[in-house]
């Protein structure tokens, strides 16, 4: 195939993916039994072969973070939820034993377990007698190497999985839709109390709406996903070789609406840092009018046309009202006329000094990985869930940067940022704008709140998102081949 060719999607295979996913969620909202129905299928599906296994572990995500209202934390999801990524994980690495090897096709991934080797060494030494720290390494190790592994084993079938992604956001997306006209598509810390107190859906008063969560279960959770999304169609429309710029355009532009309505400050600079590296990475080599030109997909130019001028509309009907709303957007409409920076010094500023004080009294080693930053200072801390439920949470401090010197000192932040290095050179020499924008837009997510290391939420997407991106390195606009390899 001619690197300039452009792919025509499987629109029938599109279509019987978004009726999987959107099917599963429905047999969800039936009842609250009815997800072991869909556990079990999501177990079958995975020992099948390693596409599937990592499409299940996707779809799981979805279920531990379904809007409430369409289906409730349940303790049989809570607990046969491991079932899936037991049997998911496990049965990538039974290909990679038959295979004698092949993790390592993405060649970042070393970096990674270096720095979960050290990591590993600086939590013996700080805080050896507590097995969360272990526990949680292993799983981000472990979740992490089958995720790639994963999406490496299905090379050849690099299409399957961009149109697999490309389903799951569609879903996502599309199906929030109606609940844009309803309290239950809005996130309220009380409707989610008197929920979890008496099992039914509770109305509520509009002055206890939140921002927009759609059908996940948390306002910030949607966010983040909607930046990843968005990012994801962002680099399809526009430096792809997919024929996808109608469905991708119109999902585009519901999501960034959507992103807006969430209020997640993150996801939307996390989307913008994302789309300025991409930009950057298509204009470098020659002529950066001549470079951006060629690699974008030109006949998605008429979406952007369009978009510009609904914005153009909006400017003038609404007028001040929209400078306005953009303003609320920044201090999500409650921190009195706070700027960007007042606002994130007054939301995560508190733990950010928790964690450097907390490095700057264990600077070499940290105090050990995934540590409550109280516990260290000495506080008595109650953590729910068993062990296996602490390894896969996040510990949700406030940005990656200092939790990382916290948790694992001088020693392991140095690991981390020769990860981050290897994982951003990676993509940029392949100008694979795919993989480069969505790590990008996860380390941006993680600056508001650290979750790349939960291996039992977004993290997974996270890396899901990456690890399928790390793929499509010939399928971007005039890619430039790996080493040793040629774009066919």
Partial sequence: MNAREEIVLPWRVLLKDCLLITGMIGVCAIHPYAVLAVITVLVVLALRSTLFAVQALSILFLLIYINPVIQLQTPQLLIFRWAVFFA?????????LARGGGIYQIQPIRYLHVFCVLALVANFVANPASPVGYLKLFAFAFGTTAIFAGAAFNTV???RLFVWLLAMCIVIVWLSIPLLATPAGYFSKMRQLEIADVGDYVEVGP????????????????????????????????FSRYQVRWIAGSTFAICLAMLYLSKARTGGLAFLIAGA?????AAVGGSATRRVHRAMNLPAIPVLILGG???????????????????????????GGMGLLEAYQE??????????ANFRAHPVFGIGFGRNSWEAQGYATQSAGGLLSLAFAPTEKGQIATAVLEETGIIGFLAFLLMIGAFVLFFARQANVFGLGLFVCALGLNMGEMNLFAMGGLGMLEWLFIAFAGMLADRCSDP?????????
């Fill in 88 to 96: 998911a994980t496990g049965r990538i690495f039974l290909a990679v």
């Fill in 157 to 159: 079938s690099r299409d």
């Fill in 207 to 238: 002055e206890l709406i939140g921002g927009f969560m759609g059908i996940l279960g948390h306002a910030q959770s949607f966010g983040t996903v909607a930046a990843l999304i968005c990012t994801f169609l962002f680099v399809s429309l526009f």
């Fill in 277 to 281: 590296a991409v930009m950057l990475v």
């Fill in 309 to 335: 001028l609904v914005l153009l509309g909006g400017l003038l009907v609404g007028g001040s009202g929209l400078a306005q709303g953009a303003r609320q957007f920044i201090e999500k409409g409650d921190k």
């Fill in 347 to 356: 939301s995560r500023g508190g733990l950010i000094e928790l964690s450097l």
């Fill in 480 to 488: 430039v081949a790996p080493q040793g390899h040629r774009a066919h």
